[in-house]
């Protein structure tokens, strides 16, 4: 799976994080819909964090993104807007 960060580039991600993606976004979508701020700052810091663990792939290279996240100085407001019934990683 390969997932964007908006403004920093791609990561690569094994297929087998599929799930603990999942959760991560999870934790971040009730903080966004509780209007949670400091658990909304935690859950999208963990969900980068979690992200670029993964392989970066050079910057030279482009490739059909499984999952854009905003950039990382996205406010709760922001991601209130962006934020399905399913957080930001389908699935």
């Known amino acids: 799976m390969i997932v964007r960060i908006m403004g920093e580039g791609q990561w690569r991600l094994a297929d087998d994080k599929l799930d603990q993606l999942n959760a991560v976004d999870t934790d971040l979508e009730k903080a966004v819909s509780a209007g949670d701020e400091a658990g909304f700052k935690t859950s999208f810091a963990a969900l980068l964090e979690f992200v670029r663990a993964g392989d970066k792939l050079p910057d030279d290279e482009l490739h059909d993104s499984d999952a854009i996240l ?12 962006l934020i399905s019934g399913d957080g930001l990683i389908a699935g």
């Open 70 to 81: 905003p950039p990382g100085d996205s406010t709760l407001g922001e991601m209130r807007e």
